[in-house]
């Protein structure tokens, strides 16, 4: 069974700063994706990005990065230039793979709290 | 615009009643998903649906049951069984094939028992 570890229940960041969100991830599956997500406190999830497990390079999306480390088992999250709308909770997320068609769940991480200061 | 519907956003359950929470898409998504979100915690898979008329148990199920009669509505009952209904409640939905497709979710109902 998949799981994931993000080990900050809580962290804070002076606004324009980069921040580091980490998270481990454990499975046997070859094939699979890891997420992250945002949730600000009104409550909906707003996917942030993906990285494959097949993807040789670090995804980027914006101001956000993802530091995968495979070997490792480890995707971490960058945020750069911290903004004081990023204050959230992230989730880290992983969906396997096992056959073409087949709908996966997510397993979701307990998630880290970000607080940006002014 | 596309997106994900869930109504109501806060609802109140007696005890021994059921209540039924909605969902509805309409990103022509196949797959469907409902999480549980406890205070402080990450969500937890109570049901899916890949395909209309037909659904799966999640890692929670127990007391809680589905529907899947459109392509666009997936709809969740918290039954009296349901011992613990208090929750944050989460729709998702997805294009089910392949593993690089993110869950696009609603804005979530919040339940309470009275």
């Known amino acids: 069974a998949q799981k994931i570890t993000q080990t900050q229940p809580g962290m804070f960041v002076q606004e324009k700063e980069a921040v580091t969100l980490d998270c481990t991830y454990d499975t046997s599956d070859q094939s699979y994706g890891l997420f992250w997500y945002k949730q600000p406190s009104s409550g909906e999830m707003i996917f942030l990005i993906y990285q494959g497990s097949y993807d040789e390079q670090n995804a980027t999306e914006g101001r956000y990065s993802l530091n995968f480390q495979k070997a490792r088992k480890s995707a971490n999250l960058v945020i750069s230039a911290s903004q004081l709308g990023d204050s959230a909770m992230y989730f880290c997320a992983m969906r396997d793979f096992i056959s073409s068609g087949s709908a996966r769940q997510l397993t979701f991480g307990s998630g880290t709290q970000l607080t940006v200061l002014p | 615009d596309g997106g994900i519907t869930q109504s109501p956003k806060y609802l109140f359950r007696k005890e021994g009643q059921n209540v039924t929470l909605s969902c509805e898409q309409n990103l022509n998504h196949d797959a469907m998903y409902w999480y549980r979100q406890d205070p402080g915690q990450g969500l937890r898979l109570i049901y899916y649906?890949?395909?209309?008329?037909?659904?799966q148990k999640g890692d929670i199920a127990e007391g809680y049951s589905v529907s899947r009669e459109k392509k666009e509505s997936f709809p969740l009952t918290v039954t009296s069984a349901q011992k613990n209904p208090t929750a944050f409640y989460l729709c998702?939905?997805?294009?089910?094939?392949?593993?690089?497709?993110?869950?696009?979710f609603g804005d979530g109902t919040r339940l309470s028992i009275l």
């Open positions: 649906s890949q395909i209309v008329n037909d659904f």
């Open positions: 998702a939905s997805s294009i089910p094939t392949g593993y690089n497709q993110p869950q696009h």
